[in-house]
């Protein structure tokens, strides 16, 4: 006798073939709750388990002409985010590696090391504009005014129509929010 939910699941993936983005939402939600653990234990940040579900079910979609052929939706599900893992955890270990082979040889120059210090500099200034980016509309407004514009706190106060409090809270709520996400990715500010 066949599995209920398996046929289920099954239609919903027939559905999705056809583009329906109704039942692509409920085989996302469905799935939701029980890929987050899977992903996180292997990536260990919240940060990119949300990435790396957001990246299996953007492969799901963009799929959908294969969707008819699948037998076991759950099992092809989880090979993508597995799969999805595999290469998330791959190039943070490249990019770990490689910086840590490079400072352990010993021998490289000031040029080098200034090189090193660039990457690391512009890695972490991409993961801050990604935490911005991320930050509600806002907040984000402020903190950019802020530290974009550099304007002071009484002349954002006075632009936005908001009390000095507000915007104090504001920057401080948006740098907190930013050094915990630097923090998930393995730098600290």
């Given at each position: 006798m ?24 409920s ?12 992903i996180?234990r292997l ?28 037998e ?34 010993g ?12 990457i690391r500099?512009?890695?972490i200034?991409?993961?801050?504009s ?25 002349e ?5 129509r ?26 600290e500010?």
């Open positions: 066949p599995d209920p939910l398996v046929q289920d699941e099954k239609a919903l993936l027939q559905q999705i073939a056809q583009g329906n983005e109704a039942a692509f939402s085989l996302f939600y469905a799935y939701l709750g029980s890929l987050k653990p899977f996180s990536t260990k940040s919240a940060e990119d388990t949300k990435e790396i579900i957001q990246e299996t079910f953007m492969r799901l979609w963009m799929s959908r002409d294969k969707l008819e052929e699948v076991s939706p759950r099992a092809w599900i989880y090979t993508i985010a597995a799969n999805e893992c595999y290469k998330y955890l791959k190039k943070q270990s490249l990019r770990a590696n490689g910086l840590a082979q490079l400072e352990k040889a021998r490289l120059s000031e040029e080098d090391m200034s090189t090193i210090h660039t500099l512009n890695e200034n991409r993961l801050i990604e935490a911005v980016n991320k930050l509600p509309s806002r907040r984000r407004r402020i903190y950019q005014m802020s530290r974009d514009e550099g304007m002071k706190i009484p954002i106060a006075v632009m936005l908001i009390s000095s409090n507000t915007v104090k809270n504001s920057l401080v709520s948006s740098l907190k929010y930013i050094r915990k996400y630097l923090a998930s990715k393995g730098h500010w």
